[in-house]
């Protein structure tokens, strides 16, 4: 049963253009998401994050968007870049009684940026 | 660097062989996770430590998967008897517990894993 979806494998955008990475879940018990950039070989790198009690917030060129009632997020990136070519993962977390739940990832999705 | 680190960063080896991977989180994490991930793939939990007690473990985690922090410090991630299927990328992961602030959790490199 996958909890966080990520319905878009892959992505291609212009350089300077918008990216528009889309995430879903089903765990209504989510309340704090994060998005991760990998390149390969390497591990997760942490880009943004969301609490529940909030339905944007952004960093730079990065912007999440969330909405609880459709249980969606969105991740914005603004001008699109070359380097930002890489795979994106969603992961959410629940509230529970020792804090926060361990991350659930969704399958990724490949943003290629061609000049 | 202060980061996550682990090593080896690349490992092969034969079915049947036991394989230790370490991981050394950010120093001041007292949270300690791993992770698997293979292609296609999102990372998929396998434990975590607080300080140095295991507090959860997945059902992914088989019996011949076995993992320690036993200092509350650095840790490491054993597989005995590999199998071909336990090719993936291991990746270990640190920070603060929630009571401390830390919702964000930063990983490491990664091991990549190939059982021949």
């Known amino acids: 049963d996958q909890q966080v979806k990520q319905n878009s494998p892959s992505l291609s955008v212009q350089e300077g253009r918008i990216s528009i990475l889309n995430c879903d879940y089903t765990?209504?018990?989510?309340?704090?998401f994060l998005w991760y950039k990998k390149y390969p070989a390497e591990g997760p790198t942490f880009l943004i994050s969301i609490s529940s009690i909030k339905d944007k917030n952004e960093d730079g060129r990065f912007t999440v968007f969330l909405n609880k009632s459709a249980k969606h997020l969105s991740l914005h990136i603004v001008p699109s870049q070359p380097g930002d070519s890489a795979v994106y993962f969603c992961a959410a977390s629940a509230r529970v009684n020792s804090g926060y739940s361990t991350l659930t990832f969704g399958k990724g999705t490949m943003l290629l940026v061609s000049p | 660097d202060t980061g996550v680190s682990q090593n080896p960063r690349h490992k092969i080896t034969k079915r049947g062989q036991n394989v230790t991977f370490r991981c050394d989180p950010i120093?001041?994490?007292?949270?300690l996770y791993w992770y698997r991930q293979t292609l296609g793939q999102g990372p998929e939990f396998l434990t975590y430590f607080q300080n140095e007690a295991q507090l959860e473990k997945s059902r992914l985690l088989s019996d011949r998967f076995s993992a320690e922090r036993p200092k509350g410090s650095f840790s490491t991630l054993e597989i005995q008897r590999t199998e071909q299927g336990d090719s993936a990328m291991y990746l270990c992961a640190s920070s603060l517990s929630p009571t401390r602030g830390g919702n964000t959790i930063y990983f490491g490199e990664g091991s990549w894993l190939t059982v021949v």
């Open positions: 120093s001041e994490h007292n949270r």
């Open positions: 765990n209504s018990m989510f309340d704090y």
